[in-house]
């Protein structure tokens, strides 16, 4: 076993010795210079300016890009602009506030900048009308009934009830359609009154009609009670039903 | 039973003639009562004076038919006479006095003997003559004062003065003025001359406040805010005006200098109306009608700019016109619906005492103090249909009442002189409303406007 580890060992002396007598032996070629770019790698490009002139646009208009890059084997700017010169302007429409990338590259790594133009967008349209209202406040106003009254009454009669819940649903829905709507509930009397005490009973019939519209759900704190006393008349005949179409309460627009 | 045909003619006659003595007498009653209230006001008998036309010469001949209506118009409007009527004087009429004469016998002097003047048919107690001229270019009256009964020429004579003014209309008036005023005060009484009306006309396209003289002169425009203005009040001293407007859309109260028409710092309650002011005697306070409470029109006091308002009704009725009296301030009239009709009723000043004055029937509204601070004025439809009212006067105190229009048309919104002896008042007796006086008698009515709609007038002592 012994002699079998000196021969191994000799015999790895002796490729040795034949290994180094060999190199000596036959002349190598004279290696390449290893080459310049795998040796030191270059800087990264460097991006001097990424502006866009004017930033801020208003729908419709442009704005210019320009830029400067220094070192780059490649250049380009995202937003369908693609690979551009290394130093140039583009005139850009954005139909919204855009943030255009530029990404200058070369064998040393890419850079990148950002530069984002604002677009001003017009207020939108004026929305169109809700389709539901087709009729305006005023028309819709009209068509609310009056109540009438007894003489010297301001109490709330059969009909003046009916004419009153008629009134409440359309009310309702007007002060839905219309929320800034504000209605005034206008007293009147017949000219047989003074027009002192008159002025009193207009605004009692007023009132007594706006708790009757209240207690039917109605939002009466859009309603206002005026008194128009016998100073506004609808008819003046000296009749009965004359005196009777001018004893009411009356819906009106205004504030 | 049978009775016999004299029997039967007795026990008529009877009947009948109790019938008359009840009717008499209840006539008699009537007039009694009636004329009590109004005697305490015109006295209990008017002295009868003999007013003829004056006569001019040169520049003032011109001037004298305004002389003669104006010096006419003060002495007539003034209630203190009856003047009697013009047709009964004789021929000749005295200008100074020297023109009359000394009476002899029994004979009749054409007018120139004092006691032509008193014995029928012209039958006065006084006689006022006299004449004008032109002097320096100036108008100058001669004025003179008989007492016609007087039988001696040296006492019969009153006064006898000079008065002068310019040589035109104006001086004609004021002429007129100053002698009308020197005859009125011999009896306690004053010209209305310098008095005013504030009223509401339309006259513009909108119901404005204007005003005018007692007369109906000089009708002028007092506001300027195109938007329903009514209800003038006038403080008993002539210097502030308070009014209601819908200026601002609802019924708000507004103060105004009656002199310079300058508006007064006044700040309305909040309320849906504040309406019908009255203001106080010392010009501090104002009455008014307001829904400040949200439910209902009720009487509230405040300062004369509108702060420290104070409420004084409670009863949740209508109740609007507050009226101070202009003598004591102590208690107030107002309307009130609180008995299920519009009734005047008479309240404390701070509300409390409130009590009826009309009798429940009809409605009676616009109620005013006479200067005295016992009668007050008023319109009532008792008696009538609803809405045509009759002008009344009531002793607040024994609660009296005697009627002063009758049925010609509504008549309504009466207001005193600052005599206290005639009314002011709007009547649609001739269609429209206008505005009319009358003696505290209902005699002397007379219609002072005619352009436009005219009513709610009150009188102002300047």
């Given at each position: 076993m012994r002699k079998k580890y000196v021969v191994l060992s000799l015999l790895a002396i002796a490729l040795l010795l034949f290994v180094t007598g060999c190199k000596k032996k036959i002349p190598a070629p004279a290696p390449l210079p290893p080459p310049v770019v795998a040796e030191t790698k270059p800087a990264a490009p460097t991006i001097a300016t990424f502006v866009?002139?004017?930033?801020?646009?208003?729908?419709?208009?442009?704005?210019?890009?320009?830029?400067?890059?220094?070192?780059?084997?490649?250049?380009?700017i995202n937003n369908g602009i693609g690979t551009v010169m290394a130093s140039g302007t583009r005139q850009v429409f954005p139909n919204n506030t855009t943030t255009y990338v530029l990404t200058?590259?070369?064998?040393?790594?890419?850079v990148t900048r950002s530069v984002t133009v604002n677009v001003n967008v017009p207020p939108p349209p004026a929305p169109e009308k809700p389709p539901a209202p087709v009729a305006s406040l005023q028309e819709r106003v009209n068509q609310l009934v009056d109540a009438y009254f007894d003489y010297d009454k301001f109490g709330i009669r059969l009909d003046a009830s009916s004419a009153l819940t008629q009134d409440a649903d359309a009310l309702k829905s007007i002060f839905r359609d219309f929320p800034s709507a504000s209605l005034i509930l206008g007293g009147y009397c017949d000219p047989r009154g003074s027009a002192e005490y008159n002025m009193g009973l207009g605004d009692r019939r007023a009132r007594s009609a706006m708790?009757?519209?209240?207690?039917?759900?109605?939002?009466?704190?859009?309603?206002?009670?005026?008194s128009y006393g016998k100073e506004v008349q609808t008819c003046s005949e000296a009749t009965e039903s004359c005196y009777q179409m001018n004893r009411r309460v009356h819906f009106a627009t205004g504030n | 039973m049978k009775m016999t045909k004299p029997f039967r003619v007795g026990l008529f006659s009877l009947l009948g003639l109790t019938g008359l003595v009840l009717s008499l007498g209840l006539a008699?009653?009537?007039?009694?009562?009636?004329?009590?209230?109004?005697?305490?006001?015109?006295?209990?008998?008017?002295?009868?004076?003999?007013l003829p036309d004056l006569r001019g010469t040169g520049a003032a001949l011109d001037l004298m038919p305004v002389l003669n209506q104006t010096l006419y118009t003060d002495v007539e409007m003034s209630g203190v006479f009856k003047v009697q009527p013009k047709s009964m004087y004789p021929l000749q009429v005295p200008q100074r006095r020297e023109d009359f004469r000394p009476p002899e016998g029994n004979r009749y002097g054409n007018g120139l003997y004092l006691r032509d003047w008193s014995q029928p048919p012209v039958e006065a107690n006084w006689l006022a003559v006299g004449y004008a001229a032109e002097q320096s270019g100036r108008l100058v009256l001669f004025g003179y004062l008989y007492n016609v009964n007087e039988p001696d020429l040296a006492n019969a004579e009153v006064f006898g003065k000079m008065y002068y003014g310019s040589l035109d209309d104006a001086g004609a008036r004021a002429v007129a003025h100053e002698f009308a005023n020197d005859i009125l005060k011999q009896f306690g009484s004053r010209t209305l001359a310098?008095?005013?009306?504030?009223?509401?006309?339309?006259?513009?396209?909108?119901?404005?406040?204007?005003?005018?003289?007692?007369?109906?002169?000089?009708?002028?425009?007092?506001?300027?805010?195109?938007?329903?203005?009514?209800?003038?009040?006038?403080?008993?001293?002539g210097s502030l005006l308070a009014f209601t407007t819908f200026a601002e859309g609802t019924p708000k109260i507004r103060v105004y200098s009656a002199e310079t028409q300058q508006r007064k710092p006044f700040v309305n309650a909040v309320a849906s109306m504040n309406a019908t002011p009255e203001i106080t005697r010392d010009n501090q306070h104002i009455y008014f009608s307001s829904t400040a409470d949200g439910k209902s029109t009720q009487i509230y006091t405040a300062g004369i700019n509108g702060a420290g308002m104070r409420r004084l009704t409670y009863s949740g009725a209508v109740e609007v016109s507050p009226r101070v009296n202009p003598k004591t301030g102590a208690d107030i009239l107002f309307v009130s619906d609180r008995g299920g009709t519009p009734q005047i009723y008479k309240m404390n000043a701070d509300g409390a005492n409130a009590e009826r004055l009309t009798?429940?029937?009809?409605?009676?509204?616009?109620?005013?103090?006479?200067?005295?601070g016992e009668t007050m004025a008023f319109a009532w439809s008792r008696g009538y249909e609803p809405g045509n009212y009759n002008i009344f006067i009531m002793d607040t105190i024994s609660r009296q009442y005697t009627q002063l229009t009758y049925g010609s048309g509504r008549n309504e919104n009466p207001w005193w002189s600052p005599d206290g002896r005639r009314l002011v008042?709007?009547?649609?007796?001739?269609?429209?409303?206008?505005?009319?006086?009358m003696l505290a008698d209902g005699t002397q009515v007379q219609q002072l406007t005619s352009s436009g709609r005219n009513r709610m007038p009150v009188w102002s002592v300047k």
């Open positions: 866009a002139e004017p930033s801020s646009i208003d729908r419709g208009q442009s704005s210019t890009l320009r830029w400067v890059v220094e070192g780059a084997d490649e250049v380009s200058a590259r070369n064998a040393g790594g890419s708790e009757f519209l209240s207690n039917l759900g109605v939002d009466t704190s859009k309603l206002r009670p005026v | 008699w009653a009537q007039s009694e009562r009636t004329s009590d209230i109004v005697l305490k006001i015109l006295g209990t008998s008017r002295p009868k004076i003999a310098g008095t005013r009306i504030f009223f509401v006309s339309n006259r513009t396209g909108n119901d404005e406040i204007w005003s005018m003289n007692f007369d109906g002169t000089e009708q002028k425009q007092f506001t300027q805010l195109r938007a329903l203005t009514l209800m003038p009040a006038i403080s008993p001293d009798e429940g029937t009809g409605e009676a509204h616009n109620p005013a103090w006479n200067p005295d008042f709007g009547s649609n007796r001739n269609g429209q409303s206008q505005i009319w006086t």
